[in-house]
């Protein structure tokens, strides 16, 4: 059977990278949040990868196919208008409310130097269409990115989050209220080499972290969800053979999973990760812009894509050519 299209491609400016999906309760809408990228920006500066807005696209379909919606409005701070950096949303159902957790920067600078600080941010909402700010994430650095949300063997939520002060690895800090307002850095968790885009999720009996070494994904396993362990088959990598289907025949960036837990237990768990992948980045440092706008925006294009997860003998195994359509449960959440 021939592999599938990709699942989506940002009608905007054909950047959508950073997915995150969750299931909007009580429809049989499935939703993409993803940082919209400015792909088909050819200012030969690093402003499409800035200047970013958080975009939306809704399944309803059970993730098969999926609808451009819009943008997220007011996730800015009053005090700075205009055009401002969003990346990595992480949105998730806790404590009877919606959580979104996004990476915020000042403005749309052209070069890395020009943005030197990085935050994570916290909103809520009832139904994902409209989001109120509740603060920013002290976790003890002043440029992070990339939070993952979860609550693991302790009982404790926890975002994970790169830290770039410190090599780009990955650290962790707890909360001690069930509204997520106040955390606590606990230190790092991941070392190196470097990466980004932690995900954290339990599937198979163990709790599982993958990040993004830009190779691939790479695979950590752990019991409690607090000790962790490089997966060592393939070198702790997944993602990183490229696929077959269109536009996937590169290594897949920063994923996020949805779990789907077997009724009687398990042995059946499967989860589908949610990757993008740049089908035509050549390895050239695009940041740099490149003398042929017209090559500059087949690189910096991007397009989101889904494979198959699931456990074998404590080993996450992924299939990344998928001969059928996804096909979500909220049932099996």
């Known amino acids: 059977m021939t592999p599938l299209a990709p699942l989506f491609r940002c009608p905007v400016f054909d950047g959508a990278a950073d997915p995150t999906v969750i299931h909007r309760r009580g429809t049989d809408e499935w939703w993409m949040f993803y940082t919209a990228r400015r792909a088909t920006l050819t200012t030969g500066g690093c402003d499409w990868i800035t200047g970013t807005r958080i975009g ?58 020009e943005q030197a600080e990085r935050r994570l941010v916290h909103y809520t909402g009832a139904d994902l269409t409209a989001w109120e700010y ?30 770039e002060m410190d090599g780009s690895t990955t650290w962790s800090a707890t909360c001690s209220g069930n509204d997520l307002n106040d955390w606590r850095a606990e230190g790092q968790v991941i070392g190196l080499p470097a990466h980004e885009g932690p995900n954290v999720f339990e599937l198979g009996g163990w709790y599982w972290m993958v990040v993004d070494e830009w190779r691939g994904q790479a695979v950590h396993r752990s019991k409690d969800g607090l000790s962790w362990q490089r997966q060592e088959a393939n070198n702790g990598l997944i993602l990183d053979v490229p ?71 404590g080993v996450l195994v992924c299939t990344r050519d998928l001969d059928a359509p996804v096909q979500l449960d909220p049932a099996l959440l």
């Not at 998730?92 to 403005?107: A, E, N, S």
């Not at 650095?141 to 979860?150: E, G, L, Q, T």
């Not at 980045?281 to 695009?286: G, K, V």
Request: charged residues 20%.
């Open 56 to 113: 939306v696209a809704v399944s309803t379909d059970a993730g098969a196919t999926w609808r451009y919606r819009g943008v997220v409005e007011g996730l800015d701070p009053q005090d700075s208008p205009g055009l401002n950096t969003h990346w990595a949303p992480e949105v998730v159902w806790h404590g009877g409310r919606y959580h979104l957790f996004l990476t915020w920067g000042p403005g749309a600078p052209g070069s890395w130097t």
């Open 134 to 163: 509740q603060g920013t994430l002290d976790v003890g650095s002043p440029n992070v990115i990339d939070a993952a949300f979860a609550v693991v063997a302790d009982g404790t939520p926890r975002v994970w989050f790169k830290d």
């Open 243 to 313: 696929g077959t289907g269109p536009d996937d025949a590169t290594y897949g960036r920063h994923a996020d999973v949805v779990v789907q837990h077997d009724e009687v237990g398990t042995q059946g768990d499967f989860a589908y990760i949610f990757y993008f992948t740049h089908p035509e980045w050549q390895d050239t440092e695009m940041v740099s812009g490149l003398a042929d706008p017209v090559q500059a925006v087949r690189e910096q294009c991007t397009s989101i894509h889904a494979a198959r997860l699931h456990v074998e003998d």
